[in-house]
């Protein structure tokens, strides 16, 4: 089965930094990326990167804090976050596609979710 695993998810102070990492089951997806849900609202694109050549699209709202980043022979794909806010606040989900485009991925356009994992920012 297709998998996409989350981990790396906990409770944080304003300002720190975390790591989120998804494992994929498959090595022929061409896009994983991250959104994020808070509760009550709707899920949110975080950041994706291309699996052939590393290209990265980020959100406006993570922009200068999130990077995104993959080890192709590991099946691993990462999200460091820097500077963490409250608003940060959401679940966050792992994501795959079997397409790529330049542009930020669409949530119509994803093949696979993952679990989600929580991030909690306090203040």
């Known amino acids: 089965q297709v998998q996409l695993i989350e981990s790396g998810g906990g409770l944080v102070q304003a300002g720190a930094s975390l790591t989120l990492s998804c494992a994929a089951s498959r090595r022929d997806f061409k896009t994983i990326g991250w959104f994020r849900q808070a509760p009550g609202k709707e899920r949110d694109f975080v950041a994706d990167?291309?699996?052939?050549?590393?290209?990265?699209n980020l959100g406006d709202s993570v922009k200068g804090r999130f990077a995104i980043s993959r080890d192709n022979a590991r099946s691993m794909v990462y999200l460091q976050m820097n500077s963490l806010k409250p608003e940060d606040t959401a679940v966050y989900y792992c994501?795959?596609?079997?397409?790529?485009?330049?542009?930020?991925?669409?949530?119509?356009?994803?093949?696979?979710w993952g679990q989600g994992t929580q991030v909690t920012v306090s203040s």
């Open positions: 990167i291309s699996v052939l050549d590393g290209s990265t």
């Open positions: 994501v795959a596609a079997y397409t790529h485009q330049s542009k930020p991925l669409r949530v119509g356009e994803v093949d696979y």
